[in-house]
């Protein structure tokens, strides 16, 4: 009844927040589908046509793979498995073909290879999407491509060319990493610190060193330093405190039971606030199937 959910910071790929009034099994089963359960898109299938780079095929492969698509996974259903041929509502399909030559116009002093060589870097930016079927007209308005143009893929020299066409499909990161649509979720109980009695002078200045930067700030009362927890949130628990006699019967650190800090950091295939509510649906989603399950168990 006391539950509530507080955002502290929301920023284009990074979301804090508080989730207050539950239970320790919800709070990771919440992060374990952030990690695990929302679905995004990625490379499963790469047709190499042609490869000279020195970059073997399978590792080729992988690097694709690891990289984060754009294309929002709530337009595109699960590919049937078994299915060797994609259709324009399970498959997006990008192409990669690019050749490295010299350049004619370099010094010939020169040696660097930017100057030397056209294309000689295979970036993300060089991935383009092939419409399937009738995707042009299903997504008129769409943009799909890489989330970040500058991922390095391979290096290439002269002569040597890369030609590969890529089926993404909608997964999860419980089947592969790659599907993983966080870099990060993770979360933690909000700190709590008690000062048992006023701290002053030297042994003031001596407990602000020991906790992260704003937890503990130094007023001036009656011409003496005196020591008040400013912000606990900041606190890392690092324990510093224990190590000096004078102050570690002064101080009680603690933790708040049901308040759990979350940090949600997208690869930035979706934003994180889409991300969190997509994963509380998921997590509804289990409990009424849950629900469901106990109501169709005859009753003895």
Known sequence: QAFRV????????????????????????????LLAEV????????????NTSIVQDEILAHRLGLIPIRADPRLFEY?????QEGTEIDTLQFQLKIKCKRNP??????????????????????????????????????DFRPVHDD????????????????????????????FSPVATASYRLLPDITLLQPIE????????????PGVIE???????????????RLDTFSREVFRHEGLKNLVRLARVRNHYI????????????????EAIKILMGKCQRFLNELDSVPME
């Open 201 to 212: 002078d030297e042994a003031a200045e001596t407990l602000q060193k020991c906790f992260s």
């Open 79 to 83: 590919r049937n498995q078994g299915d």
């Open 151 to 178: 991922i390095l893929i391979a290096l290439l020299r002269p002569g040597q060319e890369i030609d590969v066409l890529m089926h993404c499909v909608k997964g999860i990161g419980k089947d592969h990493a790659k």
């Open 39 to 50: 679905p995004t898109m990625a490379v499963e299938k790469v047709f190499v046509y042609n």
């Open 105 to 142: 116009q370099a010094a010939k002093e020169s040696s660097d290879p930017d100057e030397l060589y056209f294309n000689h870097k295979v970036y993300s930016k060089h991935m383009t999407w092939v419409p399937l079927g009738n995707q042009t007209d299903l997504f008129p308005d769409a």
């Open 6 to 33: 507080d955002v502290i910071r929301e920023e284009e790929d990074t979301l804090e927040f508080d989730m207050v009034g539950i239970d320790a099994a919800i709070a990771n089963a919440f992060r374990r589908i």
């Open 218 to 232: 130094i007023q001036n009362i009656n011409g003496k330093k005196v020591a008040r927890v400013a912000n606990a």
């Open 262 to 277: 979350f940090s949600v950091e997208s690869t930035g295939i979706l934003p994180p606030d889409v991300l969190v509510s």
